[in-house]
């Protein structure tokens, strides 16, 4: 898998680092408007994600919005997965789950949406990985896909304090316009290509970095949020994320 900037051994490591997985999800997750706005306006009644190990996603479209979800990832560790549906009062078979690699797998189901959040920066050919998800989706469905963008102070920030999770990502790949030309090159018609979220900040493993850099960081986050409550907007300079979405002419 030339394409992939990281590996599974990464990704066990990345998991079984980390603490506090289970949680419950809240009803004003991350991306709640647009999803919500999705599935009402397009009638979406199945879904995958891809790449999205615990499966957050998945488990938030079941439990507000009791789709029919599948999580697919190359990487499941059944027992993190469980325990974050049974937090969320679901049940183990309330979402299907495959552990495979997206490009070897051939999936015969087609989806009302496809969705990925975090994993396409992850790929060195972003037409390639972006042509994957478009194989799982029915006609007139509807791509979700978003990233973040480290072309923004956020990424300084990775590049400056964690060069190693920095090049884990495709920085080229976090352009609007490249994906939504992307996407046209696929069949689809974007709906919506744009920079999202006034402003934040994070750092992986930030309890382990030093004292100067979290109140470095801390400090510039408490500016960022200020000036962007007092002015609202999103930019490449500031913003977070990235999002597209895109649907599949019938």
């Given amino acids: 898998m030339v394409n992939l900037l990281t590996d599974r051994d990464f990704w066990v490591n990345y998991w079984t680092s980390k603490k506090g997985l289970s949680f419950r999800i809240p009803e004003n997750y991350l991306f709640h408007k647009e999803l919500k706005g999705i599935i009402e306006r397009e009638n979406i009644k199945t879904a995958i994600e891809l ?23 190359y990487f499941i560790h059944p ?14 078979g309330d979402i299907h789950i495959i552990e495979a690699d997206l490009f070897n797998h051939q999936e015969q189901g087609k989806y009302d949406m496809v969705l990925s959040c975090g994993l396409i920066e992850h790929f060195n050919d972003t037409s390639d990985i972006i ?4 194989e799982f989706l029915k006609p007139g469905g509807t791509l979700f896909i978003t990233l973040p963008n480290f072309r923004s102070l956020n990424g300084w920030f990775q590049r400056k304090f964690d060069l190693e999770n920095y090049e884990k990502h495709n920085i080229n790949c976090m352009d609007p316009k490249l994906l939504a030309s992307i996407c046209k090159q696929e069949g689809l018609v974007v709906k919506e290509a ?12 930030e309890k382990e970095k030093p004292v100067a850099v979290r109140l470095f960081k801390k400090a510039t986050w408490l500016a960022g949020k200020v000036l962007t409550k007092i002015i609202p907007f999103n930019s490449e300079a500031l913003s977070p994320y990235i999002l597209i979405e895109a649907k599949k002419e019938l």
């Fill in 51 to 73: 790449g999205g190990f615990p499966g957050y996603y998945a488990v938030f479209l079941r439990k507000y919005f009791k789709l029919d979800v599948t999580l697919l990832d």
């Fill in 79 to 92: 027992p993190v997965t469980n325990e974050l549906l049974e937090t969320n009062a679901l049940q183990a």
């Fill in 194 to 205: 744009s920079y999202f979220g006034h402003f934040s900040l994070w750092l992986e493993q």
């Fill in 131 to 134: 042509k994957k998800h478009v």
